[in-house]
């Protein structure tokens, strides 16, 4: 195997162990893959990320779908992954998830807006809730394409969250972020306050060379 190609599942086998060490799914729920020129490496269907190997990590050409080297079929939502790659360039990684508490979020039909420095520095703005739609299919593939077009991550009402990124690290800390800012949403609720950042909030961070910074190292493959 080419060893840009071994490097990537390796990758892949890594970001796949971590999402289920922090419980991101459960079983064989969930699915990440990440491009490599014209094509990407997305799990197999079936596999978990526990004990998935680089065998369950296949390559599909991004235009036409096709399986490249393997005989396993890809993860049942490849045309969710592949709309995320063609809607957008920059796109390097798409990870998707059942956690819990955005899960739970969604039900609220409210976008998660920011309201710390590190939600506007790395999930570069609200990440909107969609309904839920039939998961496996191009309507699903469209739903959420059309959201990932302009934000790094979408809700999908009782189903999960999808998130993009430039690399997979990227990809995994916006996904692990969104969830850790819906928890402190729920607990915040319970204390009684909370408040979400203001448009010249956000605009300040923006600006500051340290968040600049940040972004950048985030971009920068591991
Ligand atoms: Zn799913």
Not at 58 to 72: L, Y
Not at 84 to 99: L, M, N, S
């Amino acid at each position: 195997m080419n060893s840009d190609i071994a490097k990537l599942k390796r990758e892949l086998i890594d970001i796949g162990k971590r999402i289920a060490m922090e419980k991101l799914v459960v079983g064989p729920g969930g699915n990440i893959s990440a491009r490599m020129g014209d094509r990407i490496y997305i799990k197999a269907s079936g596999s978990s990320f526990e004990d998935a190997t680089e065998e369950d990590y296949i390559g599909v050409e991004i235009e036409s779908g096709k399986t490249v080297d393997s005989d396993k079929r890809p993860s049942s939502e490849i045309w969710m992954h592949l709309e995320c790659y063609k809607k957008r360039e920059d796109v390097k990684a798409v990870i998707h998830t059942h956690p819990v508490y955005s899960i739970a979020f969604a039900f609220q039909d409210e976008s998660l807006k920011p309201f710390t420095p590190d939600m506007v520095a790395l999930l570069g703005g609200e990440i909107p809730v969609i309904e839920y739609v039939v998961p496996g299919g191009k309507e699903f593939a469209e739903a959420v394409g059309e959201i990932i077009k302009n934000h790094n991550g979408v809700l999908v009402k009782n189903h999960g969250l999808v998130t993009v990124g430039s690399n997979l690290k990227e990809a995994l800390y916006r996904t692990l972020l969104i969830e850790s800012s819906i928890k402190v949403i729920f607990v915040a609720k319970l204390f009684g306050k909370m408040r979400f950042f203001t448009k010249e909030q956000i605009d300040e961070i923006d600006n500051l060379e340290v968040e600049k910074y940040r972004k950048k190292l985030l971009k920068e493959r591991f």
